[in-house]
């Protein structure tokens, strides 16, 4: 078979993955594991399609397939882009199976190639790893959690200086002042998340709901708890009111 028709089979089960169809992904990720020279690929995409499915549905099956079809692959057969998948989907599976902290280990150390993938990709390597860091630091005692919250922190305003229109950088930003203990901090963070959004082109409208989210879930109710138990309904309450009219004055 010719190079082009290969690489076309293998194009498909990617825009299938990429479009969500993941039933048809992995029926055409199939087709193409019987060509050699891209079957390792495809096995790649056949992965990921079955976690994506199993986000979709929580059926066991879908995991335990990912797992087996990760197996199998054999890294050395791999492009640069392939690999950056086949990290994304061994992160994921560890995520799925609740393992954040080696998770989170390893999209950290995909973000840079990732980001050198582009920004789509980029972004959801920083995504899941903002994630995994957050549901791991549930786990852990203050100081540790301190410290997983900073180093994200640290990434994140970096990146953000590189790529102003990221929005995860953004959202996890405020995600990690929150986690470290800085209510106040995090306020402005959001704030300047929630500006900053604009920037974010088709991204715009779900960060700002995250950080609407988070705000009034967990910022808000962080920056009363400290307070008298009389002083805390009326503090939340101009909190809220003063949030409102922020995003009323930047929407």
């Not at 495809?42 to 059926?59: G, I, S």
């Not at 500006?195 to 109710?221: F, N, Q, W, Y």
């Amino acid at each position: 078979m010719p190079a082009e028709a290969q690489r076309a089979d293998l194009a498909k089960a990617r825009s299938l993955y990429n479009s969500r169809q993941f039933d048809a992904a992995i029926e055409a990720a199939v087709v193409a594991q019987k060509t050699p020279a891209i079957a390792d690929s495809a096995t790649v995409v056949v992965a990921l399609a079955h976690l994506e499915r199993y986000r979709e549905r929580a059926n066991p099956d879908d995991l335990a397939a990912a797992r087996i079809a990760l197996g199998t692959v054999r890294v050395s057969n791999l492009d640069a882009r392939d690999h950056v998948d086949l990290l994304m989907a061994l992160g994921e599976a560890l995520f799925f199976e609740d393992d954040y902290g080696a998770a989170a280990t390893l999209f950290e150390s995909g973000v840079d190639t990732a980001i050198a993938q582009g920004p789509e990709t980029g972004e959801a390597m920083l995504e899941w790893w903002g994630s995994a860091v957050e549901r791991h630091a549930d786990a852990l005692d203050r100081d540790a959690r301190v410290a997983a919250f900073r180093r994200l922190r640290e990434r994140m305003s970096s990146e953000l200086s590189r790529r102003p229109s990221s929005a995860a950088a953004a959202y996890f930003l405020v995600v990690a002042i929150r986690g470290g203990g800085e209510p106040a901090d995090a306020w402005d963070a959001a704030i300047a998340g929630w500006v900053r959004a604009r920037l974010a082109g088709a991204r715009s409208a779900s960060l700002r709901a995250d950080l609407d989210k988070l705000m009034l879930e967990g910022i808000i109710p962080d920056r009363v708890r400290a307070m008298a138990a009389d002083k805390r309904a009326q503090a939340e309450s101009d909190l809220r009111a003063e949030w409102a009219v922020v995003k009323e004055r930047w929407k």
